[in-house]
């Protein structure tokens, strides 16, 4: 199963992009429609809010009176407070059982307004943005929902900006144009991203990247968005979590792949990780059990190895291919990976030697299958790092 955030300002088309995810087979719960249904007349979310209310929240007929509600119940943070002291649980519990209805296959959508001010993006597998100008979204607002253009501003002014919504987005879909555009980009987006996503995830596979060297100034955002994920899975079992290798270095060509270090305590709590990084989109790679040991050399007795252990999972979504490295806390690899990422920010001409080493890389693994691909790629790569490791490590403690 695969969780999808979708969100968006008032006015950007959200409902268009969530009914076209259903058409194409999604599993689309609704935030707002579980908010209304926990407080349905006869329920015993109902009856709580009357209860620390009122029953002058009640419109005639017994159903939930809305305006009169919001009139006591935002008028402080304490009455604001007790709302979502009630309301929150429910419909938590009612997205869960939801969720749980859903087939084990399902690419499950959760349309989520507030998904962003309320920073729920790390639950989500992915999160989809879809966006418009302010000036079109005013437009429909007033001319297709019947809201007045002064209360429109205020309620879009009151909701997190673009900027934050795009420091969030995993996908941002881009709805300035007709329906039927918006409607052309969710479908690529099944088909490309969303689909094998899922499969990835309940086959266990690793998202693959091609052994050719490019630039993205979002591997940064890419990353913190991939660690609030982690962060999560993991809680107190990570120590830290970094951003490290090529991708961490800012304008140095790399392969379009993320690197991030999860520092444990030991690697029983690593393996304690698998089944919660599984789950959260990050299979385990079973065959990886250490680095490369620097300087490489034979290791009869695998007493290199033991010292070099570590775990690999990797990102399942196609979109973003991710290497998650778990090592022990102050081990030779998990030292050397966040010193070697900080002697290469700090040095231009290591920068240039490595991306020297690192093109010639790319030329031994071109026109390669991906095994293959790999195994030129890193026969090129390893013996500059052998080199390197006594510098590195001697830069370091000169710095500490």
């Known amino acids: 199963m695969l969780r999808i955030g979708l969100t968006g300002g008032m006015g950007a088309g959200k409902s268009t992009v969530a009914r076209t995810l259903v058409e194409l087979g999604a599993v689309l719960i609704d935030s707002d429609a579980i908010a209304r249904e926990v407080v349905a007349p006869g329920t015993p979310g109902l009856a709580a809010l009357v209860e620390e209310f009122g029953a002058g929240i009640l419109s005639p007929d017994g159903s939930l009176d809305r305006p009169a509600l919001a009139a006591v119940a935002f008028a402080d943070d304490v009455s604001r407070g007790k709302l979502n002291a009630i309301t929150h649980p429910l419909v938590g519990a009612r997205t869960a059982e939801l969720i749980g209805d859903a087939p084990v296959d399902a690419v499950v959508v959760q349309d989520i307004p507030l998904l962003?001010?309320?920073g729920l993006a790390p639950l989500m597998q992915l999160v989809v943005v879809v966006g418009a100008e302010e000036q079109i979204r005013l437009r429909r607002l007033v001319e297709h929902r019947g809201v007045a253009e002064a209360d429109a501003r205020v309620r879009i002014a009151a909701q997190a900006t673009d900027e934050q919504r795009r420091a969030v987005a995993d996908i941002w879909l881009d709805n300035n144009g007709a329906p039927e555009m918006v409607e052309a980009q969710v479908r690529e987006l099944w088909a490309r991203r969303l689909v094998p996503f899922e499969r990835n995830q309940r086959e266990g596979v690793r998202a693959r990247a091609a052994y050719r060297l490019v630039t993205d100034p979002e591997w940064d955002m890419q990353a913190r968005r991939i660690i609030a994920r982690l962060h999560l899975a993991c809680g107190a079992s990570a120590v830290r979590i970094d951003h490290v290798g090529s991708t961490a270095v800012h304008g140095l060509p790399a392969k379009d792949i993320i690197d991030i270090q999860v520092t444990v305590a030991d690697l029983a709590?690593?393996?304690s990780l698998t089944d919660a990084l599984t789950t959260a989109g990050f299979p385990r790679a079973p065959e990886v059990t250490h680095d490369n040991p620097k300087p490489s050399r034979d290791d009869p007795d695998g007493s290199d190895l033991a010292l070099w252990g570590k775990r690999l999972h990797g990102n399942a979504d196609p979109g973003r291919p991710a290497n998650i490295h778990l090592r022990v806390q102050n081990s030779p690899g998990q030292r050397f990976a966040l010193d070697l990422r900080d002697w290469l920010r700090?040095?231009?001409?290591?920068?240039s030697e490595y991306l020297a080493v690192k093109r010639g890389a790319e030329l031994a693994a071109a026109d390669l299958a991906?095994?293959?691909?790999?195994?030129?790629y890193y026969v090129v790569k390893e013996?500059?790092?052998?080199a390197v490791y006594p510098v590195v490590t001697e830069w370091a403690s000169a710095r500490a």
């Open 269 to 271: 709590t690593a393996d």
């Open 346 to 351: 700090a040095s231009e001409s290591a920068r």
């Open 370 to 376: 991906d095994d293959a691909a790999g195994d030129a």
């Open 383 to 386: 013996p500059w790092f052998d």
């Open 116 to 118: 962003v001010e309320n």
